[in-house]
């Protein structure tokens, strides 16, 4: 289809019409004001400069349907029955691995959300089953009716971004910026609208999706999130996703049963922070703003988009949960939204002056729901303290409070039995349906780029002998990305995507069909005869934060990429199918192939992939084309269409058919980055990861076994993830017996002995949970046959995070031979019991020329 930029103008003059309408403020009866201590104090605000205060004037109108006077009455007679404590709580969404069904009755908090990692049960995902107990145990307390005049049914959330991936066996969708490059919003609707059906066979009422990010930096570690660089495929696919997942409005299908509440995000301008910094800032005007990363939302809210979260991310230095001009006078008056406006993980602490259990300014300034994972209980309690004080007036909670209930009568949610007797409930004939997976197929074949297409080798016979070498052919999880299972996705093994298909095994099917011989060697050590070579190769998974890097080079890992070469040398044709969850620098890996795919993260249809390879059906062709220009150079930083010094690659709408015939002319290969951009960053654990070649492991003495990636508790210890700066950022330890402890240590002993004699120290930062300082100690070892460690005492003080440091020669002076670092860290303590939180340990410089060697006790 034909590609245009809608105008700001162009765009303000779409006919738009809205499913939800605008609301008045409903004010506090009389007996509640009495019975709250309303000091009358004045509202918190957050004072906004002028760069960051957005002028209503300039963004487009949209004109809101008419409210439907029978919901609204009926919101006006349950907020006359709600105490205060009932209209907190309902603005109060907590994470399902912090709060207890029983919890949710007696604060009658409004929500739960399942984030990456919190399904329940041992492990970051389930079964039907089990999310269908959980989501009935929550369900049924919320409707308990003791102590209360009427109860409110909770609503239940998770992050559905590509699938319902956090479900096993559920269909896993390829990334959005593969469907970007699909270009199809046909197909996008019928992808959300599978989504929703498969979230029913779990008990979930509402998914946080559709992500409508303009991603402008794709060092960025959420750009596969974005559909695209240019807001016109953003544009097009939102309103085709809210009608997927929750039916269109004013008709039958409606918030009809396998449908969901969906919720736009993230509100605003995530994907342009500036260098791509998960949670950073974007310094960009307003026309920038509105023109380019507003685009999704002036077809989602006409759509009937029920929720939009905000982002973590801020504006000319204001961060956008305590943003009012934008949450409020833009996006609720201007943009005529009536849903209600739901706050990213604990992403209320970062306006200036919250933390994240305390932030009057965050409602104030138009956050209607807080997401407040591990900190609801406290978060409640301030919050119910700001109302009765007057520093939250009672119109703005009662507003909030009318927000979050229009959503749920207009969904159906007080007519609803528990998640477990619904229809489509535990329902296998809807679980990977055929019908699904073929979609999901269709949609890895549309999302294929093809880059290089040399002497025309694509489609290869599917009746010759094929050498498939790399990583990512057998391994689902790489193929499918972050979010996949767990919030980072991960190493896990096929077994857990029962309705699946490695990309290996649909090259098999199809070779093997027609005759030919399959060869796989993932690594590619072995010397083969084949006609044709299919290499498999990418980034492992990675989501938010975790996900942002420096520059674009493509680091080999799992398969080394220099074996291309070879291949070719040996009289065998390449073909590159390249993973990746945004463009990177491959010159080399491009040069070096006789054929290259941009493959993205294809998710559970590897099929798909084998379908173009061999052109299994004579009207299959390459359609796909970059919604995401590729990059010239290694170094990073934007390259968007419309770009006055524009120089990709490949530019924004590239991509063969099998009809091209134009030849690639060899890639320069020197990266543009410099020996210091490639040094490692002393970093060791980083961002709730270990960097390689440490991993982190819990254990005592000799005896050391690596963490799982979820929560570990056993009888001595409890291993699981907290918060810092970011979401689950920082490790949670736990201890219940002296000697046990956590490390970062690695099978291949490591040589720090410069470091060591350049007086670095090891840094680190950690927190206390009890009321008192805790005893630890901080310590080193090598690979020997003897004793090899040293400790130092170290005292960690209760409440805040601080940072600790000890020199690298209190080691090396005690005997550590740092050639053969073993553990670089390691952390234990003589005390029977204890709590802390322990993250950001690296490398860091001496600045004060003294050697720190622990705490005197």
């Given amino acids: ?156 959330g998770i992050d559905a971004v590509h699938g319902h991936a956090n479900l096993r066996g559920a269909v896993v969708f390829p990334h959005n910026i593969g469907l970007g490059a699909a270009n199809n919003p046909d197909l996008i609707e019928e992808i959300y609208r599978i989504t929703a059906r498969e979230l029913s066979v779990s008990g979930h009422d509402w998914t946080f999706a559709p992500t409508l990010a303009v991603p402008r930096d794709d060092r960025w570690g959420r750009t596969y999130e974005g559909f695209s660089e240019d807001p016109e495929i953003v544009h ?77 991310s801020g504006w000319n ?65 301030s919050t119910l303290e700001h109302v009765r004080a007057g520093r939250i007036s009672m119109e703005r909670l009662d507003d909030a409070v009318r927000r979050i209930l229009r959503v749920k009568i207009q969904s159906g949610l007080f ?154 040398a040996a009289g065998m044709p390449v073909v590159s199918v390249f993973l990746s969850g945004r463009p990177l620098w491959t010159n080399p890996e491009i040069n070096n192939s006789d054929a290259f795919v941009a493959a993205w993260l294809p998710g559970t249809e590897g099929g798909g992939i084998a379908d173009m390879l061999f052109r299994t059906q004579p009207d299959f062709d390459f359609t796909g084309r970059l919604s995401f220009s590729w990059p010239a150079s290694a170094v990073g930083g934007p390259v968007n269409r419309g770009d006055a010094d524009y120089a990709p690659l490949f530019a924004y709408g590239y991509g063969l058919s099998f009809g091209d015939t134009q030849e690639l002319a060899d890639l320069p290969e020197a ?30 003495g000799n005896s050391w076994s690596d963490a799982p990636e979820e929560r570990l508790e056993t009888e001595a210890l409890t291993l699981g993830r907290t918060d810092r700066t970011a979401q689950e950022d920082s490790l949670h330890f736990i201890w219940h017996q002296a000697g046990v402890g956590v490390r970062l240590g690695t099978a291949e002993p490591q040589d720090l002995s410069r470091e060591a004699n350049g007086a670095m120290e090891i840094s680190f930062r950690a927190r206390g949970y009890n009321s008192r300082d805790t005893w630890v100690e901080i310590g080193a070892s090598c690979s020997s046959t003897e004793t090899c460690e040293h400790f130092v005492p170290v005292r960690i003080t209760q409440g805040p995070w601080q940072e600790y440091r000890v020199s690298l020669s209190c080691f090396t002076e005690a005997g550590v031979d740092l050639t053969n670092t073993q553990a670089v860290f390691i952390l234990r303590s003589e005390e029977e019991s204890g709590e802390i939180g322990l993250g950001d340990i690296g490398l860091a410089s001496d600045t004060d ?3 720190t060697c622990g705490d005197a006790r």
Wanted: glycine share 10%.
């Fill in 236 to 312: 097009a696919y939102g309103e085709r996703i809210v009608w997927g997942l929750q039916g269109r409005p004013g008709t039958d299908e409606f918030m009809a049963p396998g449908r969901v509440i969906s919720s736009a995000k993230h509100f605003l301008a995530d994907g342009g922070t500036a260098d791509g910094r998960d949670q950073g800032d974007a310094q960009i005007s307003e026309a920038e703003l509105r023109d380019i990363h507003a685009q999704g939302y002036y077809t989602a809210i006409p759509a009937g988009v029920q929720t939009v979260m905000a982002s973590f």
């Fill in 849 to 851: 020329a003294t050697q």
């Fill in 671 to 700: 990266s543009g980055l410099s020996a210091e951009d490639l040094a490692p960053s002393g970093a060791f654990y980083r961002l709730g990861q270990a960097v390689a070649p440490w991993s982190v492991q819990v254990g005592s």
């Fill in 1 to 156: 289809m034909p590609l245009h930029r809608p105008s700001s103008t162009a765009v303000s003059m779409i006919a738009l019409s809205a499913a939800l309408g605008l609301a008045g403020c409903q004010l506090a009866s009389d007996a509640e004001l009495e019975s709250a201590d309303t000091a009358m104090a004045e509202p918190v605000f957050v004072d906004l400069p002028e760069a960051a205060t957005a002028d209503a004037a300039n963004w487009p109108a949209i004109t809101p349907l008419p409210l439907d006077p029978q919901v609204e009455a009926r919101i006006d007679e349950i907020l006359a029955m709600m105490t205060v404590e009932q209209k907190v709580g309902q603005t109060i969404q907590a994470d399902s691995g912090s709060v207890t069904a029983e919890e949710v009755r007696e604060y009658r908090l409004g929500s739960v959300l399942s984030g990456g990692n919190s399904a329940p049960g041992p492990r970051p995902y389930a079964d039907a089953d089990t999310w269908l107990e959980a989501a009935d145990e929550y369900f049924n307390a919320s409707l308990d009716p003791t102590g209360v005049e009427i109860a409110i049914p909770i609503i239940w």
């Fill in 317 to 381: 230095g204001v961060r956008m949960h305590g943003n009012q001009s934008l949450l409020n006078d833009i996006l609720k008056d201007r943009m005529g939204f009536n849903g209600f406006v739901v706050g990213d993980w604990n992403g209320h602490g970062l306006v200036a002056g919250c933390s994240a259990t305390d932030c009057p300014e965050s409602f104030n300034a138009g956050v209607d729901m807080y997401m407040a994972p591990d900190s609801w209980r406290e978060l409640y309690h």
């Fill in 415 to 568: 007519e609803q039995v528990a998640p477990s007797q619904r229809p489509l409930a535990n329902d296998d004939s809807v679980l990977a349906a055929d019908e699904h997976r073929a979609i999901a197929r269709q949609a890895v074949r549309e999302s294929l780029v093809l880059l290089k297409n040399k002497d025309s080798l694509l489609p290869l016979d599917p009746g010759m002998t094929v050498l498939v070498v790399g990583d990512g052919a057998d391994h689902i999880g790489k193929a499918s990305g972050g979010w996949t299972l767990s919030w980072q996705g991960g190493d896990y093994p096929n077994e857990e995507f029962p309705a699946g298909q490695t990309i290996l095994d649909g090259i098999r099917e199809v070779v093997e069909a027609a005759g030919g011989r399959v060869i796989f060697d993932p690594e590619g050590d072995d010397d083969h005869d084949a006609d044709a070579v299919i290499a498999v190769y990418g980034e492992n998974p990675y989501a938010e934060f975790q996900g942002d890097r420096e520059h674009l080079d493509f680091v080999p890992n799992g398969f080394d990429t220099e074996q291309l070469e070879a291949y070719s």
